[in-house]
């Protein structure tokens, strides 16, 4: 199975600065139809997950552009351009390139400082 | 309204089994392939299967750890997802979510979620 690394694990972050979370995957996620399969998903307290980007980079209806995501292989990153209090939650990375299983990474909980 | 509802939760003993079901709405249950995922008291998510829609076979897929312990069916007619889980462990405390996940365009669905907790 594909393990999922994101770091860190806890992340405090000012209202209004930047927020990056970084996933690596155990294996390249290039799928054999060249795309790669690698998600975002929210978690806020209370709620169920939501999907914030998909294939990398893209974003979900209704996601604010303060969220982006990049890279390439095994080495991701999403990135909050200014982080807002209805930012605070868990996100994960999950791939989708190598299933089953899905896997996900082990969740950073970014907070507000 | 796109819609899926878990029901079936609850307190159960170590050993013992439970059904969880998910009612959909609101889109075409039918063609939809469709996920169990988990998330245990101060864990992360954690994918425990997928049944594919009946066009594509309706064969099921699961993770190493459940395995031949749970059991993931449907019944279109009733568009209702369903999840046995049996000789339940301590472990298996979480909740546990439904879900038609994607890793492409396709919108991605959760319900809210059933809490199962496994204690003597």
């Known amino acids: 199975d594909v393990v999922m690394t994101q770091s860190p694990l806890s992340l405090p972050v000012t209202l209004g600065q930047p927020a990056s979370i970084s996933c690596r995957s155990s294996?390249?996620?290039?799928?054999?139809?060249?795309?790669?399969?690698l998600n975002w998903l929210q978690q806020r307290p209370g709620q169920s997950p939501r999907r914030l980007i998909y294939?990398?980079?893209n974003r979900d209806s209704g996601v604010p552009d303060r969220f982006s995501g990049s890279g390439s292989g095994t080495d991701f990153t999403l990135t909050i351009s200014r982080v807002e209090a209805e930012d605070v939650g868990i996100y994960y990375c999950?791939?989708?390139?190598?299933?089953?299983?899905?896997?996900f990474g082990q969740g950073t909980k970014l907070e507000i400082k | 309204e796109v819609q899926l509802v878990e029901s079936g939760g609850g307190l159960v003993n170590p050993g013992g089994s439970l059904r969880l079901s998910c009612a959909a709405s609101g889109f075409t249950f039918t063609s939809a392939w469709m996920d169990w995922v988990r998330r245990a008291p101060g864990k992360g998510l954690e994918w425990i299967g997928r049944?594919?829609?009946?066009?594509?076979?309706?064969?099921?897929d699961y993770a190493s750890p459940v395995k031949g312990r749970f059991v993931i069916s449907r019944d279109d007619s009733r568009n209702t997802l369903y999840l046995q889980i049996n000789s339940l462990k301590i472990e298996d405390t979480a909740i546990y979510y439904c879900?038609?996940?994607?890793?492409?365009?396709?919108?991605?669905?959760w319900g809210q979620g059933t809490l199962v907790t496994v204690s003597s």
């Open positions: 294939q990398v980079s």
């Open positions: 049944i594919k829609s009946k066009a594509a076979g309706g064969t099921t």
């Open positions: 879900a038609r996940l994607s890793v492409v365009a396709t919108t991605v669905i």
């Open positions: 294996q390249s996620l290039i799928y054999s139809d060249g795309n790669t399969y």
């Open positions: 999950m791939q989708g390139s190598h299933w089953p299983p899905y896997t």
